[in-house]
């Protein structure tokens, strides 16, 4: 009943930099957490980026902390992710995810109810 709709991705030249968004529509909740995961080909997916509804908790991967900026857009229902200084470590398809309740970590996958279809990202070097 969910639907996430991820855009913004593309190529870019290392030390570039895009923002990806991420619109949710369907069933609304009273308060959810989104989240930003990416894969990687022949790797597992992994963690990015989270924000909680308020805004009071973002977590980051180590690896792109101090890089990425997650925000949301509530009235919106979206959620962005800014991508600065790019690597081509990055590339990878980035999904934004859902969780309509969750515990004390955003981290898991296993937190989020609902996912986008991903959007490539592809960094040269």
């Known amino acids: 009943q969910v639907q996430l709709v991820e855009s913004g991705g593309g190529l870019v030249q290392a030390g570039g930099s895009l923002r990806l968004s991420c619109a949710a529509s369907g069933r609304t909740f009273s308060s959810y957490a989104m989240g930003w995961f990416r894969q990687a080909p022949g790797k597992e997916r992994e963690f990015v980026a989270a924000i909680t509804w308020s805004g009071s908790s973002t977590p980051y991967s180590d690896s792109v902390k101090g890089r990425f900026t997650i925000s949301r857009a509530n009235a919106k229902n979206t959620v962005y992710l800014q991508m600065n200084n790019l690597k081509p470590e990055d590339t990878a398809v980035y999904y934004c995810?859902?969780?309509?309740?969750?515990?004390?970590?955003?981290?898991?996958?296993?937190?989020?109810?609902?996912w986008g279809q991903g959007t490539q990202v592809t960094v040269s070097s």
């Open positions: 995810a859902v969780a309509k309740t969750y515990s004390g970590s955003l981290r898991p996958s296993a937190r989020y109810d609902y």
